[in-house]
């Protein structure tokens, strides 16, 4: 093998008229004898690299996938000091170090078809450029304003190798750490309700169907109407870690229904005690225009069929009651209009009848930083349950009647109902395990039957209604009057003036009375009475037994207990640079198989440089001689940079001259080595 020189050293390229200098003898040369010719394969030649692209895509969906896993999760705790970011920050530095492979090869492969190809002969630096490149970004960055326009696959080549450093910060940064809230299974959450009531606040007997709620019961009542923001603040969650929600669930409970009544008002009714007369309603309430004349009347009504529309749901009441109330101050002297002989139209009153009726409230709640907040969803009256009567009654009273007319026991089934994991709704409530018959009449005197789980039951006893309807008689009648000593509250003494009922004055609202404040009122009593049966009622009969005392006190409603905790939130836009070095690196690595399909393949190798040295031809087809002597690098550098070769794969070099032939069989024998090159250091002038 001979190395020749190119048009800029030619005076070096003979070996005659040149001083000869003898060296010691020189070792035998080894003939290198070439390997059967063969077909190239290119699949095999890129076999490797084929498997790290595979390996690349690999890696990449392995990220993605991870992070898909855990996006929105709490962080995972591995042990051992070994964390999410831990694992991706070791597939992104295997896949950077896969990316640089195959770009690396391709850049080594491309020298040798940059040299071979049809751009002719290149400076011989430029092979020492690819080869670097291919070894380091700097120089990648430094080769490519010569590949701009000239080799895009190589181009690419050199920017997947330049960009691939960012890879790993991008992926990092591609994961963020934000507070978040998880459910914790292990812990238990519950708010109180009633699947039957009475439960532990019972109801006792005053005389011959006579009945009444107990103490606790009637102090509730008044305190709701009394305090009204108290009343329901006595439902307390159970929350371990103050945030908690609790899905739609029911209770029994008392409901309201209150309609206005102002267009019935009559008057002014002409009085012995009164110079200006009163306003009635028909069921006998009646308030004046004067002082010494009751402001506000609260009085009984046995039923409530003479009020238009009447909602529905109050058909079976437990306590039906009419407010009166005066809208404007009767002693002033703006209202001196409001006499016997004019038009009420200058004085201002207004009238509201009302209902509380036995219901199956449904609610949603939530704890959020230790503070319970309950929402109200729906409710639905208990309707006499004839199927399931114990005994106590026999008949069911007309609709607006109250409740002690109809003494069955009131029921209402909850939809949908879960019953052993499986959710039942109305239309085949029916068929759950366990259901027993119910016969119910609705408002319009309707008969239905059904069965239904006593687990989805709400149900009141048949006497407990009448005990509260024989309370709310005396909490919920009376009159009150204007009195100045009262500083703009009502004087409220019943009961031959012994009672003070202080407590009606909450309808009065200080001369501002509507029938929206009215119906608020008592919403607010129902709410009150509700939240007490709620913390003394009954859970649903056990065994699927219909019958009170197969219950136990003290039934909940469970709910899913939230904790705050650090989660892993995606950015996924910061992976766009990976996925795209990937795809680059795949579309380079086709490209250089394709344009290799029938040629040796080489990349890195160092072996053909060895082997076929003399294949790298000058413009004039010359091929290049050993350097003499030992340059520095910086020297190499200079002189390849002026020389221009190009490599011919399967050129044949030209034989050598009889003189030639008797060096090279001197250098075979050893005897004497004759050198013919002047750059070495000792035959520089």
Request: glycine share 6%; proline share 7%.
């Amino acid at each position: 093998m001979k190395f020749y020189l190119n048009d800029t050293l030619a005076q070096y390229t003979t070996y005659t008229n040149v001083p000869q200098v003898a060296y010691p003898k020189q070792p035998p040369v080894v003939q290198v004898q070439p390997a059967p010719p063969r077909q190239p394969n290119a699949f095999w030649s890129w076999i490797w690299e084929i498997f790290t692209a595979l390996l690349c895509l690999g890696l990449l969906a392995a990220i993605a996938a991870i992070l898909a896993r855990y996006n929105g999760q709490r962080v995972p705790d591995w042990g051992l000091s070994i964390n999410l970011s831990t694992l991706i920050a070791l597939l992104a530095t295997v896949l950077r170090a896969s990316l640089v492979l195959i770009a690396a090869q391709v850049i080594s492969q491309a020298k040798w078809n940059w040299f071979s190809g049809s751009q002719g002969a290149q400076p011989l630096q430029l092979f020492q450029d690819f080869d670097a490149a291919s070894r380091s970004a700097i120089s990648a960055l430094l080769l490519i304003p010569r590949l701009v326009l000239r080799s895009p696959a190589t181009l690419t080549a050199a920017l997947i190798t330049i960009a691939s450093y960012a890879t790993g910060p991008f992926v990092q940064q591609a994961i963020k750490t934000v507070d978040c809230d998880r459910i914790v299974p292990t812990l238990r959450t519950s708010i109180p309700v009633a699947h039957y009531i009475p439960g532990s606040s019972d109801y006792f007997r005053l005389a011959a169907g006579q009945w009444s709620v107990k103490n606790d019961m009637k102090a509730v009542s008044i305190d709701g109407l009394s305090n009204p923001s108290t009343a329901n603040s006595t439902i307390v969650a159970s929350c371990p870690t103050g945030n908690c929600t609790f899905s739609e669930y029911a209770t029994v409970g008392l409901c309201s229904a209150c309609k206005d009544a102002s267009s019935l008002i009559t008057g002014p009714h002409r009085t012995n005690s009164s110079r200006r007369g009163e306003w009635r309603l028909p069921n006998g309430g009646a308030v004046g225009a004067e002082r010494g004349l009751p402001s506000l009347a609260l009085n009984f009504a046995n039923n409530l069929s003479w009020v238009p529309n009447f909602p529905a749901d109050a058909a079976w009441a437990a306590y039906n009651f009419t407010i009166l109330a005066a809208a404007d101050d009767m002693s002033n002297a703006t209202a001196v209009a409001c006499k016997l002989d004019n038009l009420p139209g200058d004085c201002k009153f207004t009238a509201s009848a009302c209902a509380l009726y036995p219901c199956m409230r449904t609610y949603s709640g939530n704890v959020s930083s230790g503070l319970f907040t309950e929402t109200p969803v729906s409710t639905v009256p208990l309707l006499p349950d004839i199927f399931n009567n114990t005994g106590n009654g026999s008949t069911v009273g007309g609709p607006f009647y109250p409740f002690p007319n109809t003494l069955y026991p009131y029921s209402a089934v909850y939809t949908p109902c879960v019953v052993n994991g499986k959710t039942y709704t109305t239309s085949n409530i029916s068929t759950a395990p366990g259901a027993v018959p119910m016969v119910y009449y609705t408002p319009s005197q309707t008969r239905v039957e059904t069965s239904a789980p006593i687990s989805c039951i709400y149900r009141m006893d048949e006497l407990y209604p009448l005990a509260l309807s024989n309370y709310f008689g005396w909490l919920l009648s009376g009159n009150c009057t204007n009195d100045s000593q009262q500083a703009g509250s009502l004087r409220c003494l019943n009961d031959g003036f012994t009672t003070d009922k202080f407590w009606l004055d909450s309808f009065f609202f200080n001369w501002t009375a509507t029938p929206e404040k009215i119906a608020g009122m008592v919403e607010t009593l129902a709410v009150a009475v509700t939240s007490k049966m709620r913390l003394t009622g009954k859970t649903a009969a056990l065994d699927n037994v219909p019958l009170p005392e197969r219950g136990v006190i003290g039934d909940a409603t469970q709910g899913e207990v939230w904790t705050t905790t650090i989660c892993t939130d995606v950015d996924w836009p910061w992976l766009a640079l990976p996925a795209a070095l990937v795809l680059m690196a795949l579309a380079v690595l086709v490209t250089a198989f394709i344009q290799n399909w029938r040629r040796p393949v080489w990349k890195a190798s160092v072996l053909p440089v060895i082997l076929y040295g003399d294949r790298f031809l000058t413009p004039e087809g010359q091929s290049l001689q050993g350097v003499a002597g030992t340059m520095t690098l910086p020297e190499m550098e200079k002189a390849t940079e002026q020389t221009n070769v190009r490599f011919v794969p399967n050129t044949e070099v030209e034989q050598p001259t009889s003189s030639q032939e008797a060096v090279m069989q001197q250098e075979r024998s050893g005897d004497a080595y004759v050198d013919s090159w002047p750059l070495r250091e000792e035959n520089r002038g």
